[in-house]
């Protein structure tokens, strides 16, 4: 039997590949590495599962020169280098961080430096690592290209290029990326390869880039067949109601293992993994639209055992390699004969076994018969399926009486939560769907929210309106004054609201009654019980409100207003009417508001000479009263013509001038 020895590789790789179970090479690496140890371009082409990976891996590390060369004479010191020497490119994240692996594994004595480089990560610690130096690097096109366009990544000294899953690399979404990775690479160098399928036209493209390639194609002794001989296939015709019912009884059946479900689309897969793990089966899913820490933490929950069925996408039909992999379903039909090819050669790997279920839907026969011709496969004609149909629990050998749901008794895994989540600093709008960082995002924004919903619940609604009743019921005007402070957000809506009918009974009230108040000596003292009656017809003392509010800043202009007692009256009646509609404009101008302060202070001036016991009554009432008060002392002071005259001059500035003609009618009535 030929071991990797026997191909001439070095001892201290050869003694890795031991220390980890690998002693003698498959067909495709005892193949490849004679051609590829001697620098010759190839093109391999071998089934899935048979060892590609160590096909061109075994090669690229024989290239690379590294101080334990030195140390053992292959080499001189000057061909040390810290820029990478050797380059593999890859279709998928997923497949990256595997082939990295493997290199590791392969290059550990010899204490060969290997790097992935891949989207989804953060930047620095890969241009850390650069830095430090790498002999070998796998990576994805888009990273690649983004690390080389920023000088970050030197690839003049590469040695040899490998593309990986090469039909995949050469099709049209990756070959602009793939050609300008090459425009960075040395001219001189070798180029291998590698892919399961390798289609006429892909050959003839590879042909550009490469010298005199040889095209090596293994065949296993298991003959010519397009998939691996000791994967068993089952093709049923499955309705897609009654798919997810059929798969969680497939998942029981006996003797499985790991188990991987495909879907041709990322919300089927992410559906498909939810409905299972609500079944009671431990599932994770893999596709583009997680970010790339819960792709990993998925991938590496399945490895470990944690998760025992991976729902994905065709993002990880290619090159995965995870031991223990008994059945693959095709929840949908893939889209071709290649991608059936990949999805079920994720089961049957290095000599296992394994079974390959295929659920084709009524709208995807042709598909499926394409898919059929083109593999040479016996399956023209799908059986008809159901979940509960006799020849599925037997070619399948599911427990008699299985039921959709998995017992409780049987829910031994650990679960997709019991693998750690590690930050990457993801990159892109994805990074966080879904992770911590993203629920974090969302408390935070919530907080405010629920601090300004107390705000605008104020109970000063409620408040208002309950003070306006009390002041009809007592005649007493400072209870309703209290709340006015917490009031003042809503005072507009209810001026505005009442405005219109209210002010205009109250006014001819105050006429009436000016004429009464006029032969009185303590007029102020005789108007406040008045006034207090009126409250509750004029709701509007968020008016009033309003006055003792702007009352602090403009004390000192008391002093010279102090007088006139008249003119206070006629401001404050169109303070009344004014007040609903003009309240932002009340701010702007400075003076209008004093005036109205000035007759607050003015008509407690005149009330404290009047009267003993009244004028004590009237300084308590003073700042709910005057308001009203003063609508109707103007009626009492309007026979004063000059005051008439001020109060026409204000009237502009208070946009009112209606009032100060009601003022004026006053004196004539």
Not at 153 to 167: C, H
Not at 344 to 357: P, Y
Not at 648 to 662: I, V
């Amino acid at each position: 039997m030929t071991t990797f020895r026997d191909l001439g590789i070095f001892p201290e790789t050869a003694e890795a590949l031991e220390a980890v179970g690998i002693v003698s090479p498959f067909p495709i690496q005892e193949m490849t590495l004679p051609v590829a140890l001697s620098g010759t371009d190839v093109i391999g082409q071998a089934k899935t599962g048979t060892g590609k990976t160590l096909g061109f891996g075994l090669p690229l590390l024989e290239r690379v020169v590294v101080p334990a060369d030195v140390e053992a004479g292959r080499a001189t010191p000057d061909q040390l280098t810290d820029a990478p020497q050797a380059l593999v490119v890859v279709p998928t994240r997923e497949l990256c961080t595997q082939v990295t692996n493997d290199l590791l594994t392969a290059g550990k004595v010899r204490n060969v430096r290997v790097l992935a480089i891949y989207g989804g990560r953060a930047y620095e610690p890969q241009v850390e690592a650069l830095n430090k130096g790498v002999d070998v690097i796998v990576g994805t096109p888009g990273r690649l290209l983004d690390l080389a366009g920023q000088k970050k990544l030197d690839l003049s000294r590469v040695r040899a290029l490998v593309l990986d899953e090469a039909d995949e690399m050469l099709d049209l979404g990756f070959l602009p990326d793939v050609e300008k990775i090459m425009a960075h690479l040395p001219a001189k160098r070798q180029t291998m390869l590698f892919s399961a399928t390798m289609p006429g036209a892909v050959i003839g493209l590879a042909r550009r880039y490469m010298t005199q390639p040889t095209h090596i194609r293994a065949v296993s002794e298991d003959g010519e067949g397009a998939t691996v001989a000791n994967i068993t296939q089952h093709v049923f015709r499955a309705h897609n109601m009654d798919k997810p019912e059929l798969v969680s009884r497939i998942l029981q059946a006996e003797g499985r293992g790991l188990a991987m479900i495909f879907c041709r689309t990322k919300r089927t897969a992410a559906d498909i993994a939810e409905q299972l793990e609500r079944r009671g089966f431990a599932s994770g899913a893999v596709h583009g639209d997680l970010g790339q820490g819960a792709r990993e933490q998925a991938l590496r929950a399945f490895r470990n055992g944690k998760v025992d069925v991976l729902v994905c996408t065709d993002v990880a039909a290619r090159g995965i390699d995870v031991e223990g992999v008994t059945h693959v379903i095709n929840y949908q039909t893939p889209e071709d004969e290649k991608t059936f090819l990949h999805r079920v050669g994720r089961t049957g790997r290095a000599g296992n076994k394994g079974i390959a279920v295929t659920l084709v839907d009524w709208d995807d026969i042709p598909r499926w018969q394409l898919i059929n011709k083109a593999l040479e496969l016996d399956f023209h004609e799908p059986v008809e399926t159901y979940s509960t149909s006799p020849h599925l629990f037997e070619q399948l050998n599911i427990p008699a009486g299985t039921k959709g749901i998995l017992p409780r008794a049987e829910r031994t895994r650990a679960g997709l939560k019991a693998e750690d989540l590690e930050d990457l600093g993801e990159t892109g709008g994805r990074g966080g769907r879904g992770g911590r960082s993203a629920q974090a995002a969302t408390v935070t924004e919530e907080r405010p929210a629920r601090t300004r919903t107390p705000r605008q619940r104020r109970r000063t609604r409620g408040g208002s309106e309950l003070g306006a009743e009390q002041a009809a019921v007592s005649p007493v005007a400072e209870a309703p004054q209290e709340p006015a402070a917490g009031d003042e957000p809503r005072r507009p809506r209810r001026r505005r609201t009442r405005v219109g009918a209210v002010p205009v009974q109250s006014a001819p009230a105050a006429v009436a009654e000016a004429p009464v108040a006029a032969p009185v000596v303590a007029a102020p003292v005789a108007e406040a019980a008045p006034v207090a009656e009126e409250a509750p017809a004029k709701p509007k003392r968020t008016r009033t409100r309003k006055v003792a509010e702007s009352a602090p800043e403009p004390d000192f202009q008391t002093v010279p207003l102090a007088e006139p007692a008249p003119v206070r009256a006629r401001r404050p009646r169109r303070i009344v009417e004014t007040a609903p509609e003009p309240d932002f404009q009340m701010a702007p101008p400075v003076e209008p508001v004093r005036a109205r302060r000035t007759t607050r202070k003015a008509a407690a001036a005149p009330v404290t000479p009047v009267a003993e016991a009244a004028a004590v009554a009237v300084a308590e009432e003073a700042p709910a009263k005057p308001k009203r008060t003063r609508t109707r002392k103007a009626a009492e002071a309007a026979p004063v013509a000059a005051e008439a005259a001020v109060a026409a001059e204000e009237a502009p500035a208070k946009p009112k001038r209606t009032r100060t003609r009601k003022v004026a009618a006053a004196p004539e009535a």
